[in-house]
């Protein structure tokens, strides 16, 4: 499975921006996905989950309200799109899979999951 981000960019306070995560490579049915962002100096965090069986979605309170994740399987694409952004939502953003076997999973633990995408940025200027 190689997943490939897109969307990102520069947008102002309080605007609004999608990033995808797309399947080049592989399908993304039966992967559950999380989407996770690293700013410079800090560690990755988990932002945002959705399960591959019953489509259940998780996000982390910073971003509850605001971010909202959605998958197309038509497309082969998980979206997260992104409203009232804020400057501390600056970082890079990745998305990540793994084989849903029904196990318990530690969603917002990046080593949880198996696939990467290469990330993309995401710029909220003040």
């Known amino acids: 499975l190689q997943l490939v981000e897109s969307g990102g960019g520069l947008v102002q306070s309080g605007g609004s921006l999608s990033v995808s995560c797309m399947a080049s490579s592989g399908t993304l049915d039966g992967y559950a996905i999380g989407w996770f962002r690293q700013a410079p100096g800090k560690e990755r965090e988990g932002v945002s989950y959705v399960s591959s069986k019953d489509g259940s979605t998780w996000y982390a309170d910073s971003v509850k309200g605001r971010f909202t994740i959605s998958r197309d399987s038509a497309k082969n694409t998980v979206h997260l799109h992104m409203n009232s952004l804020k400057p501390e939502d600056t970082a890079s953003y990745y998305c990540?899979?793994?084989?849903?076997?029904?196990?318990?999973?530690?969603?917002?633990?990046?080593?949880?999951?198996?696939?990467w995408g290469q990330g993309t940025q995401v710029t909220v200027s003040s």
């Open positions: 990540a899979a793994f084989y849903d076997k029904g196990t318990t999973v530690v969603i917002t633990n990046p080593r949880a999951y198996d696939y």
